[in-house]
């Protein structure tokens, strides 16, 4: 059976969304899924997020995995896995959010960008982490340095990942996918542009592949 990190280095990419009208939902996760990213990252940034995450799972059931991002308290993730979300992505580590999700026995792939929040994610049992906001947080450069006495660790750059820099972030064996918005950006999505969403999801797609 395929591991979270499993699943996540076969996609390379995952689209972080921002939803404003639960009812997008579904056209746009058809849309990801059709074209080669069977993936979502739903953000708790808009009362959306929850109702999104509900519709996905059930017109999608089995087809497409679901994060639910932006999380950062225990209701959140209560509300997250009641509506079926297979992760949680948080932006910072907060050591009561990640142990609201082991007892809920639900992934997490909480936010670093130093050593110390390293050493406290490791210490809490996660070798899967998020390094954000990647770009303004020193970028390539920064990440090949932290990386360095941790081997161990496998880690998802989010922030400010774009075509331009995204091959070279997938480049290092430890960085398992990167998180992007570029193809699902706010205004597609409140045109429901699916046509140039699927167009930038399959331009993305064959770009990490």
């Known amino acids: 059976m ?33 074209n080669g990213l069977p993936v979502a990252e739903i953000t708790f940034r808009t009362p959306a997020a929850a109702d999104a995450i509900k519709l996905l799972k059930e017109a999608m059931p089995n087809k497409i995995l679901i994060g639910a991002g932006t999380i950062i308290n225990r209701e959140q993730i209560r509300q997250a896995e009641a509506v079926g979300a297979d992760f949680i992505v948080s932006p910072g580590l907060n050591p009561d959010t990640v142990k609201g999700c082991h007892e809920l026995d639900i992934p997490i792939i909480p936010g670093i960008n130093n050593p110390t929040q390293i050493e406290q994610a490791m210490q ?18 920064m990440l090949k340095a932290l990386l360095a006495p941790y081997p161990q660790l496998e880690i998802m750059p989010t922030g400010g990942i774009s075509p331009e820099n995204i091959r070279h972030y997938l480049a290092l064996p430890q960085v398992v996918a990167c998180g992007g918005s570029w193809m699902v950006e706010n205004k597609l999505i409140k045109a429901r542009d699916w046509a140039a969403i699927g167009q930038l999801t399959c331009e993305a797609v064959t770009l990490v592949k």
């Open 124 to 141: 809490l049992g996660i070798n899967l982490v998020k390094f954000f906001p990647a770009e303004p947080s020193g970028g390539l450069s």
């Open 2 to 34: 395929l591991t979270l990190i499993d699943k996540l280095r076969q996609l390379r990419i995952i689209p972080v969304i921002t939803i404003e009208r639960a009812q997008d939902i579904v056209p746009l996760g058809k849309t990801l899924e059709k």
